[in-house]
């Protein structure tokens, strides 16, 4: 009996070992791909190349087998970068690139003093006012004061939309670039071509108002071709007649600058850990069909990786059972939203349905259609496929606060488990 009981506990503890090692090992990849190294995964200092390096090397680590013989599938895309200076002071006060500011992500590089237009909502949606100021403007900087949006009716605010972006991007307007003021969260992003002139998001409270000189010295650099590339492997399932795929973008907003950096932790180191941790283990247990793992590059300046992916598929796109896209995969507090959910109401059902018989996760979410990550190239191809993330808990997105220090991966066990079950009965 005795030695029953020790065998069992043996047994127990051998398994939370087992589990523990997981969650350790996607913790490690998390905060490795989500460190300084790897400069943001994006355009400058080779963010992009560093990251596909570290997936590769865990990809022969795990087994898994590569198409023609190498795991990276390159190609080449256009993209705007910001790898030197990012100054900017306001009525000379030096701001924190990140915390007080985003350069918008297609501006060209801007250097000087300037002195400023400043305008209302009210002078934007008058329209002999805003005439007038646009030719004051020629040469200064248009500042357009921040505004609550749940002040105007939606007509006003469709035309502020509209002419903020003509004020901003039109080549008929002569300013030297323009600054929005802004109340709320910072948020960036990327971009494969550059604008003719520069703008910025500004934190009100950065700054003292009104802001009458601006000066900058920021460098810009726009790579019209630059080399970049997704990462696939794959492992031999029981049947070879379908495919799983399994993909995670690897790629995040990389430098503003050269000293300031965009880790994205949960956009989305989270969901490479999620990949990679599934790789290791369907490298032990024998997935039922062959599957496909792809960490695409280039999907926050506009589903890149995956669109080269589905113009120059590695494996037949009508064979592919079924595709999950990983994303935003670090918190899961209130459950996980299936887009494509309404799509694929079986397998939504089939997911739903494991979630609540093992009691896994607080809720499986269902939502519609939606083109906002990679899934939507091969969605469009009409390729069967969910994109899961999770949700609630730390909010930071695209952001300097998205670290690994502060993402919990609350329920990623339980989210793992979710999805070795599901994908074993798609
Ligand atoms: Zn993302």
Redesign the pocket.
Known sequence: MKVKIGLLLCLLLLSDFVRSQDIEYAKSIVSTLASPEMKGRGYVQNGDQLAAQFIKTEFEKIGLKKFKNDYFQKYTTSVNSFPGQMKVLVNGNLLIPGKDFLIDDGSPSVSGKFSTVNLSPADILNRDRLIKSLKDSKGKFIVIESYDATNYSKEENESLTELINYIKYHPDNLSAGSVILSKGKLTWGGSTEQNKRPSFTIKVDSSALPVSELEFKVDALFLPKHKSQNVVGYLEGERTDSTIVLVA?YD?LGMMGSDTYFP?AN??AS?VAMLLSLARHFSVEKPRFNTVFIAFGS??IGLIGAKYFVENPLIDLTKIKFLLNF??SGTGDDGIQIVNGSVYQDKFDLLSGINTEQSLLKEVKIRGEACN?DHCMFHLKKVPCFFIYTLGGIQAYHDIYDKSETLPLTEFEDYFKLLTLFIQKI
């Open positions: 973008h995040h994205g956009d989305n969901g999907e926050e994303d935003i990550s």
